[in-house]
Nanobody, 117 residues
Framework: QLQLVESGGGSVQPGGSLRLTCTDSGFTLDTYAIAWFRQAPGKEREAVSCISSSDGRTYYPDSVKGRFTISRDNAKNTVYLQMNSLKPEDTAVYYC??????????WGQGTQVTVSS
């Protein structure tokens, strides 16, 4: 059964870095594109990165481009989101996301990222 688990969130000062991790202990992720979303209080959930399953192509919106890097280690069944130069506006709950063609979307439980001085 697919159950995405995120970790790595926390509190950092502006300019700091965090690395988020998304994994699943019982489901192989390597054949699926994986995305990271975030949701700040009072705002809609937004995509912040995506990585393909086949060729490793990535996507970033302008708000995080050049600061966030998504990667995957299929041997560890893990997807990472490296976040550098963090800003207060990056504060949000970050979610890992995968969509299967028949079963539909699956979200992780989320991990809180707080950027504050």
């Amino acid at each position: 059964q697919l159950q995405l688990v995120e970790s790595g969130g926390g509190s950092v000062q502006p300019g700091g870095s965090l690395r988020l991790t998304c994994t699943d202990s019982g489901f192989t992720l390597d054949t699926y594109a994986i995305a990271w979303f975030r949701q700040a209080p009072g705002k809609e959930r937004e995509a912040v990165s995506c990585i393909s399953s086949s060729d490793g192509r990535t996507y970033y919106p302008d708000s995080v481009k050049g600061r966030f890097t998504i990667s995957r280690d299929n041997a560890k069944n893990t997807v990472y989101l490296q976040m550098n130069s963090l800003k207060p506006e990056d504060t949000a709950v970050y979610y890992c996301y995968l969509r299967r063609p028949i079963e539909g979307p699956t979200w992780g439980q989320g991990t809180q990222v707080t950027v504050s001085s």
